[in-house]
């Protein structure tokens, strides 16, 4: 029987490819997006096609409505969860603290942080052999910008970033004798959309000279990643970072 996974924010980028690195080797899928549904969808029908099993959830993770009933349908759909990839995050224009809003930091921690909060904690409910559950890993998303601070861009979103490794590593602590692994990923220059959405869709070969590799990483590289630590090769892995950064 396939492991299933839920992977947020997976219409694009990261996400996406995790998803069909994940199809590819044996995984069953939730593939949540917000607002790119025609992405979502053909990513589905493109799995599916190929024999996987994938389907697609629309929810904003800020909501815990929305969040909730997610997870519903996973349990109609599957019946249990094996794995989350807590991978939907956003990014705003590149800006000065002194020119950032309260609303503009609302914004980035309703979706970076509480959005990741609420779907650890319904993955940890579904789970945890404590509630009858076989266990499982979730993969948090963070960034080198919580290292590297993202000044004079995003210091927002490296706050955000901040915050998730520090739940990473108190959750790993938490369920660990529960049988789930929690476990993150850094990445650094990626090229995905995400930099457009900051008002710099250049960004990585901007600063790619400032990567000891000399070049900015491909989502696949993440995924790869990301997949390792889903993985039983995994098994004694958690609490632990992954930088998939070239160095930087």
Known sequence: MSKIILITGASRGIGAETARLAAERGYSLCLNYRNNRQAAEDLCVSLNGDGHHAIAWQADISVEADVMAMYEAIDREFGRLDGLVN??????????????????????????????????REAIKRMSTLN????????????????????HEYVDYA?????????????AKEVGDQGIRINA??????????HADSGEAGRVDRLKTGVPMQRGGLPGEVAEAILWLLSDAASYTTGSFIDVSGGR
């Open 185 to 194: 990923v850094k990445p650094g220059l990626i090229y995905t959309d995400i």
């Open 159 to 171: 706050a955000s970033k901040g915050a998730i490794d520090a739940m990473t590593t108190g959750l």
């Open 87 to 120: 991978n939907a995050g956003i990014l705003e224009r590149q800006s000065d603290v002194v020119d950032m809003s309260r609303e503009r930091w609302q914004r980035i921690l309703d979706i970076n942080v509480i959005g990741c909060f609420l779907c650890a």
């Open 132 to 151: 009858g559950g076989q266990g499982g890993s979730i993969v948090n998303l963070s960034s080198r910008a919580a290292d590297l601070g993202a000044a």
